[in-house]
Each structure stands twice: as C-alpha cells, then as structure tokens.
C-alpha cells in the first residue's frame, strides 16, 4: 500500500517562500504522475500542479493559472519524493496542501484520477 506524507507546511509572510515535501513509502512511484491540490476553509479542493512519470525523455509539468510563474513542482526519483517550491506567497494561498499520486504516467487535473493521497499540510500565508 502507498503511503504519502507532506511535510513543511507552516505560516509565512506574504512575498515569502515554502518547499514542502511529499516523501511517498511502500511502492516506487518514479513512473506515476504526481500532483499537490489544495484546500482553502470553504472552498473545493482545487488542482494546483502535476508532473508525469518518468519516461526516455524526461517528465513534464503542468500548473493552475493561479500559480503558474510562482510555484514549481518537482520529483526526486531516487528519494521517491516530489516537491512543490512556492515563491511569491500570496494570502489567497492559504490552504492544506494534499499530494496525490496516480499509477498513470499522464498528467491528471481531477481529484478522482489519483489513487493515492497524502493527510495534508496546512499552509498559511499572512499579509
């Protein structure tokens, strides 16, 4: 069973920065695309970023518009671990942050494509 766990979460001043990492466990997910969503206090979990499984090319990445220019998603294949760096904090991104694998390598943007899902990490950004 895969286990995923988001860590570094935590309050930050607006025009800050965070790396949270999300290390998974119990199965290699280096061919599996992985995403973070996000969930503000009454708001629907929203798409936030993706980047594929690793193929003979490389991987790919996709972003919300909200966070495209702010936000990079990237994945440590030997650690077995993806990373969302987010520079340029705003308040509206306040929210718990959820990582989310899939066994596709293909890049999914709805929550009911992901298999796995991380207990989330609480983000809040202050002004």
């Known amino acids: 069973q895969v286990q995923l766990v988001e860590l570094g979460g935590g309050l930050v001043q607006a025009g800050g920065s965070l790396r949270p990492p999300c290390a998974a466990s119990?199965?290699?997910?280096?061919?599996?695309?992985m995403s973070w969503f996000r969930q503000a206090p009454g708001k629907e979990c929203e798409f936030v970023a993706a980047?594929?499984?690793?193929?003979?090319?490389?991987?790919?990445?996709y972003y919300a518009d909200s966070v495209k220019g702010r936000f990079t998603i990237s994945r440590d294949n030997a650690k077995n671990a993806v990373y969302l760096q987010m520079n340029s904090l705003k308040p509206e991104d306040t929210a718990v942050y959820y990582c989310?694998?899939?066994?596709?390598?293909?890049?999914?943007?709805?929550?009911?494509?992901?298999?796995?899902w991380g207990q989330g990490t609480q983000v809040t950004v202050s002004s």
């Open positions: 989310a694998a899939r066994y596709s390598r293909n890049i999914a943007t709805r929550r009911n494509e992901y298999a796995f």
């Open positions: 119990g199965r290699t997910l280096s061919s599996s695309a």
């Open positions: 980047v594929t499984g690793i193929s003979w090319t490389g991987d790919s990445t």
